[in-house]
């Protein structure tokens, strides 16, 4: 398995995600969910791993990430199965989605609880991440490589 492989694996089974933004010159540091898991919702865990190495995040447009990334899009995103010893940074710069299409594609209706308009609700938000950069680790083997792909 290579190393885009094994990448790829650990962002599809991880349990949760941790985005880091910076607000000014202090890093924050937040748990999300893991989009890509089909066990939260199978077509949104679809469109999420068809994307390769992109992340995307649901959130609200009045959210510090939200904030954060249009201050500064520096960020990155950190899966990790600390039991396997897998953990994986993928760092690069994250950008509001505006388009419809993307923000239907990623849509769970277990959301209509945070947003009742549903995927039209205009505190509806979605956050792409574009790597540039994976680094971490595979048990002891080191993971460090120049994203090139989304």
């Known amino acids: 398995m290579t190393d885009r ?10 349990e949760v995600v ?3 933004t910076v607000s000014g010159t202090v890093p924050r540091i937040r748990i ?9 919702d199978p077509a949104t865990s679809e469109a999420c791993r068809n994307a390769g190495f992109t992340v995307y995040f649901a959130t609200s447009l009045a959210s510090g990430k939200v904030r954060d990334i249009r201050e500064n899009p520096a960020a990155a995103a950190y899966y990790a199965i600390p039991a396997k010893s897998r953990a994986i940074m993928l760092s690069g710069r994250a950008e509001l989605v ?13 959301w209509r609880s945070h947003w009742p308009g549903g995927v039209d609700d205009p505190n509806f938000a979605v956050l792409r991440l574009a790597p540039t950069r994976a680094e ?3 048990g002891a083997a080191r993971i460090d490589f120049e994203v090139t792909e989304a």
């Open 98 to 110: 505006t388009d419809p299409c993307v923000k239907r594609a990623l849509w769970s209706e277990r």
């Open 18 to 20: 941790y985005l880091a």
């Open 32 to 40: 999300v969910a893991n989009l890509r898991r089909p066990d939260l």
């Open 5 to 14: 492989e094994r990448v790829l694996e650990l962002m599809d089974e991880a």
């Open 136 to 138: 971490g680790w595979w």
